[in-house]
């Protein structure tokens, strides 16, 4: 590894469809209602692309935003995080780095459903901090409604869709916007609380036995809420104490925004305010891999993320997979 070398954030994109799905809309169609909606989870309403959107539609806006912000029609590498990619082969990113006009780069997707965008982020990095890319633009995108059981209150209460993204350039580590170490893992004996069972290798969606096939995602929400505090405390502390800070350092953490009772639940148990803890999923639900980015947008549109300030962030998704980072927030301008 070069020495000294760190991945420093230097732009900021994002895009949401226009279409907005509020909780009152979806009572109308399913046996639920705003009350049910904001009082579990926090959410009041989503973005839902409109039919044939696809997830590429939606990372090519944020990445092209991104590196308007980052002021930069160049990197070496794209990485698009998600899990509704536009096929299950090939990958997302090959087709949004040409769209983007950025050549022959290396292009590939991150699988690690919510916490994809920090996978995304801890391999960009890597790769900046190997040597092997002196840039990298890392995209969280999905569409999630292309995959939500029509009739499933549990899940299209949650989830919305679309993207966010961040250029990484080479930097050093101890400039705003570099990246301390990315805390990563998994546990896939819960690889069952979080999945969409049909159409992949275990279960092919075959026509002779259509009517049998599951092509929806699928949550074991209870038993996720309780893993996801766990992990993404445990997570933090590390992130926090691997460059040197208290819990207490944390002037702004941004979470994963799943549900607003795991955030407030993160937060107590760190002994943090709440009010440390940007939320943006009552206008977004959760976006899954695109969900850390647009919350840092609109935390920094907001103004409850302000340059230099010391900040964590922290996911966790299916797989199950989690992860927490840290970095002074840096002097950019979300496009
Ligand atoms: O982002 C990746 C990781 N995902 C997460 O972190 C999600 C974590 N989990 C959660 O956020 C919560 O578990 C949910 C919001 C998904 C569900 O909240 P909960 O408090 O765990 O509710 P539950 O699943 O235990 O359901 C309680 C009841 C059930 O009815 P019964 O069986 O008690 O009669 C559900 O059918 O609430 C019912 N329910 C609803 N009722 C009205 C579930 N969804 C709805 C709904 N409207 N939209």
Known sequence: MAAGRAAVVCGLGTHLPSRVVTNEDLARELDTSDEWIRSRTGIGQRHIAEEGIATSDLAVEAGGRALKSAETDAVDTVIVATSTPDHTCPATAPTVAARLGLGTVPAFDVAAMCTGFLYGLAVGGGLIAAGTADSVLVIGAETYSSILDPEDRSTRAIFGDGAGAVVLRAGEPEEPGALGPVILGSDGTGSELIRIPSGGSRDPIRAEHIERADPYFRMAGTRVFRN??????????????????????????????????????????????????????????????????????????????????????????????????????????PV
Request: hydrophobic fraction near 50%.
């Open 228 to 333: 996801a505090v766990e992990r993404m405390v445990d997570a933090s502390r590390e992130a926090v104490s691997r460059v040197g800070w208290t819990l207490d350092d944390i002037e702004v953490f941004v979470a994963h925004q799943a549900n607003v009772r795991i955030m407030n639940a993160v937060a107590d148990q760190m002994r943090l305010p709440r009010s440390r803890f940007p939320v943006h999923l009552d206008r977004v639900g959760n976006t899954a891999a695109a969900s850390i980015p647009l919350a840092l947008a609109d935390a920094v549109t907001t103004g409850a993320l302000r340059p230099g300030q010391r900040t964590a962030i922290a996911g966790f998704g299916g797989g199950l997979t989690w992860g927490a980072a840290t970095l002074t927030w840096p002097d950019v301008t």
